[in-house]
């Protein structure tokens, strides 16, 4: 049996305790799931830096022992459905949504001619907006310049729906 989908959350206040409390949590990880009969996939476990300041560069190079250097190390990953990012900017999550909702709105073109707006409201409310609002509460807080890509694709659905031209 697999483990699917867990998060390991470390911190450390400079890179050689971010060293060793990365080998000691892995390695306890593992021994955890040996012992419920859960087998680690190495093939999809990977560690990622997250930063705090977007200029700050990936200053540690974490020189892991053997037992967890097969880990890759990356900038961003889809956890759940959400993009994450080293700096939470959340900027892939966003161009990724914008772009499901662009392919989407060729959905709503077609349905337009066929559904009353009472259906239409339906759909938008459980594909559309589903999308727009799935873990909101993690990214929403984004900066508008981002959130406006999302708000004009949200629009011109919205104009599809109720045959209103841009």
């Excluded at 989908?5 to 306890?28: F, G, M, R, Y």
């Excluded at 966003?94 to 662009?102: A, D, G, I, T």
Aim: glycine share 2%; proline share 1%; net charge positive.
């Amino acid at each position: 049996m697999h483990a699917d989908d867990c998060a390991l959350v470390i911190s450390a206040e400079n890179e050689a305790a971010l060293e060793s409390k990365v080998v000691q949590v892995t390695k306890l990880s593992s021994h955890w799931f040996e012992c419920n009969n859960l087998k680690m996939n190495l093939t999809k476990s990977f560690l990622m830096h997250i930063r705090t300041n977007h200029l700050t560069k990936n200053l540690w190079n974490l020189m892991l022992q053997e037992s967890v250097n097969d880990l890759t190390v990356l900038n961003d990953v889809k956890f759940l459905g959400v993009y994450l990012d080293c700096h939470l900017s959340w900027n892939k999550h966003v161009n990724e949504l914008v772009l499901k909702l662009k392919k989407d709105i060729f959905l709503m073109k077609k349905l337009v001619n066929y559904y009353d707006f009472a259906t239409l409201k339906t759909v938008y409310c459980c594909y559309f907006q589903s999308k727009l609002l799935y873990c909101i509460s993690s990214w929403g807080s984004t900066c508008n310049g981002k959130v406006g890509k999302l708000f004009v694709a949200q629009k011109e659905i919205i104009r599809i729906m109720t045959k209103n031209p841009p």
